[in-house]
């Protein structure tokens, strides 16, 4: 796996991801076009040697780590939207140790099985990659990365996917200097049968991740959730 996920014991992460196969949408409505990356369903839990293999190595750069955080949340009625929106604009989830600007909010229903849409269409779009810093394939993994918070008041799921887009690239013999990776690669990857998986990480308010979205797939899900929930994300 050349996912790394920070984290002290394995103990802090029990019972709190899960780790499954990946598909193309095909024919599932709500996708922009069955090419799209979505999760199988088979999802079983992250056993400790799994977890051991996430692990950071010495030359692991902290913009290619996924981090666990959390936040303390003000009081919030259970469907007060207003008040949430209006928390995340003055909310410094790092109390400052961490440059960022807030990027955007999203509210999303239970039961979806990935959240992002296409704005221009108001299709899913299933894991990919962000392309916020447009850095080539040679640079990708000093990308910025995002924060994101759950604020509540249903679980949401951060899904990611256990390669990262340059290994997918070298696979597909993208790997040239200057070669832009995008989610297309990620959907050509699977498209030819290479193996992926995908870690599914439970959110519950309050809680969040830092997480390199420009370099590994990813996406939120919302699919065992009983309530809509809010998202805030932070680019930093």
């Given amino acids: 796996m050349s996912v790394r996920l920070l984290f ?11 780790i499954g196969d990946v598909r193309q949408a095909g024919d599932v409505p709500g996708y922009d076009d069955g090419t799209a990356i979505i999760p199988q369903g088979n999802w079983m839990a992250l056993s400790k040697e799994e977890a051991e293999g996430l692990r950071p190595t010495v030359d692991t750069l902290p913009s290619m780590t996924v981090e666990l955080v959390s936040q303390d949340l003000p009081a919030f009625t259970s469907d007060d939207l207003p008040g949430r929106l209006d928390a995340a604009t003055v909310l410094d989830p790092l109390a400052g140790r961490w440059p960022r600007r807030r990027l955007a909010c999203a509210a999303s229903p239970p039961g979806q099985l990935t959240s992002t849409e296409d704005s221009t269409t108001g299709h899913r779009i299933g894991l990919h990659v962000d392309n916020f810093d447009q850095q080539p394939y040679s640079t990708r993994q000093d990308s910025r990365r995002r924060l994101c918070l759950n604020l509540g008041p249903g679980t ?10 340059k290994e997918i690239c070298r696979v597909l013999g993208c790997d040239q ?6 989610t297309d690669d990620l959907r050509r990857y699977a498209a030819e049968g290479h193996p992926l998986r995908c870690l599914r990480i439970r959110l519950d308010p309050g809680e969040g991740y830092i997480a390199p979205t420009e370099f590994l797939p990813h996406d939120g899900s919302t699919s065992d959730a009983r309530t809509w929930s809010l998202a805030a994300f932070w680019l930093g």
Wanted: glycine share 8%; hydrophobic share 30%; charged share 45%.
């Fill in 8 to 18: 002290d014991r394995f103990d802090d992460i029990r019972g709190r991801i899960d």
């Fill in 156 to 165: 949401r799921y951060l899904l990611v996917g256990d390669l990262d887009i």
């Fill in 177 to 182: 200097d200057e070669y832009y990776p995008h």
